[in-house]
């Protein structure tokens, strides 16, 4: 009881705080005008507003840098395109309160009401993938961003997904890289606990917003749970060259995404036994030197497992499971974990 209460509060806070930031986004709109200094500052808004918003519901972001040129880099204001795997629109929050930065979404976001208009006082750029005359000019006002020095965060597989695996990436967005000749910055999100335990295919979407979950129903859940621990992991940045094109830029940043990234799955499978019942097992892993180390698996039966993971010569990971008990020949059940960029 006392919980549901603190989450109640918990969401009315972060509701008057999304009030806040409308009202302050618009203020600065209306001050500064179309401007890259009104995009600026609406950026510095929007990361000021998403760290007040994680503390209200309760997500502690760990931040790692794989590449020590970061620093130097941000110390002399350089702007960088952000690609990210996308699992919630919690990724916008954690993302935004590490650093000032613009978004793109899409035409749908920008017409569905009140994302959307939480989306334009955010200074969101809108995209229409589907219409090739149109994304060229949508293009270009990403690089022009990023040559007026505001970095820009895209989800390359152009939807959120349960946490399963990393979605090919659509390689449309990098060609403003290469307009504005700006370097990939790679992000890897990992959700890792949520109120103290582990996540995985149980309880993933408590986490995961995706295919027709609606947005007042998940964000009120995420307030009335809380506690969740997030590792966000800035990889190897993607410098563009001469011999660049948006396939290479998207297909490296993809890899390396895709190898820090720890899937939630489960597998089921068949027993020789004389019911031949099926059993299912959710996979608790992470990672390992030589690839995924398995930690824990959750089963209504006692099961023996174990998770290898296999590299293809694109270094596209695959998965292979494989368990087995008393009485239990079984079989297993494997499959591509992650996809080649397209």
């Known amino acids: 009881m006392l919980n549901k209460l603190l989450g109640y509060i918990r969401f009315g806070v972060l509701f008057f705080c999304?009030?806040?930031?409308?009202?302050?986004?618009?203020?600065?709109?209306?001050?500064?005008?179309?401007?890259?200094?009104?995009k600026r500052a609406a950026a510095q808004w929007l990361s000021a507003m998403c760290g007040v918003g994680l503390k209200i519901l309760g997500i502690k972001v760990e931040e790692v840098r794989a590449d020590p040129e970061l620093i130097a880099s941000a110390m002399r204001g350089e702007s960088h395109l952000i690609v990210a795997n996308h699992l919630s629109y919690l990724d916008i929050l954690i993302i935004a309160s590490l650093q000032p930065t613009l978004f793109?979404?899409?035409?749908?976001?920008?017409?569905?009401?009140?994302?959307?208009?939480?989306?334009?006082?955010?200074?969101?750029?809108?995209?229409?993938?589907?219409?090739?005359?149109?994304?060229?000019?949508?293009?270009?006002?990403?690089a022009g961003s990023l040559t007026e020095g505001l970095n820009v965060v895209v989800f390359p597989e152009a939807t959120s997904t349960n946490g399963a695996q990393v979605l090919p990436f659509k390689v449309s967005l990098?060609?403003?890289?290469?307009?504005?000749?700006r370097p990939l910055l790679p992000?890897?999100?990992?959700?890792?606990?949520?109120?103290?335990?582990?996540?995985?295919?149980?309880?993933?979407?408590?986490?995961?917003?995706?295919?027709?979950?609606?947005?007042?129903?998940?964000?009120?859940?995420?307030?009335?749970?809380?506690?969740?621990?997030?590792?966000?992991?800035?990889?190897?940045?993607?410098?563009?060259?001469?011999?660049?094109?948006?396939?290479?830029?998207?297909?490296?940043?993809?890899?390396?995404?895709?190898?820090?990234?720890?899937?939630?799955?489960?597998?089921?499978?068949?027993?020789?036994?004389?019911?031949?019942?099926k059993s299912s097992v959710s996979l608790v892993i992470s990672r390992a030197a030589s690839g995924y180390e398995f930690l824990t698996a959750s089963s209504t039966k006692a099961l023996s497992c174990r998770f290898i993971a296999l590299r293809s010569a694109q270094t596209i990971p695959s998965y292979q499971c494989s368990c087995s008990r008393e009485g239990f020949t079984g079989s297993k059940e494997s499959g591509l974990m992650s996809s080649p960029v397209t």
């Open 18 to 38: 999304i009030g806040v930031f409308a009202v302050g986004a618009i203020a600065l709109r209306l001050v500064l005008g179309d401007s890259v200094r009104s």
């Open 104 to 142: 793109v979404t899409s035409i749908e976001i920008r017409d569905s009401g009140f994302l959307g208009f939480l989306c334009k006082a955010g200074g969101c750029h809108f995209v229409e993938r589907r219409n090739r005359n149109q994304i060229q000019r949508e293009v270009a006002e990403i």
């Open 174 to 181: 990098m060609d403003a890289a290469i307009m504005s000749g």
């Open 187 to 277: 992000l890897c999100i990992n959700y890792r606990e949520i109120a103290g335990e582990q996540v995985r295919v149980e309880n993933r979407d408590e986490i995961c917003w995706y295919g027709d979950m609606t947005f007042l129903g998940h964000i009120i859940n995420v307030a009335m749970r809380g506690d969740i621990k997030v590792a966000v992991t800035r990889l190897s940045r993607v410098h563009v060259k001469p011999e660049s094109d948006r396939k290479s830029l998207a297909a490296e940043a993809y890899q390396q995404i895709v190898g820090h990234y720890v899937p939630r799955i489960s597998c089921t499978f068949q027993e020789t036994s004389r019911n031949s019942r």
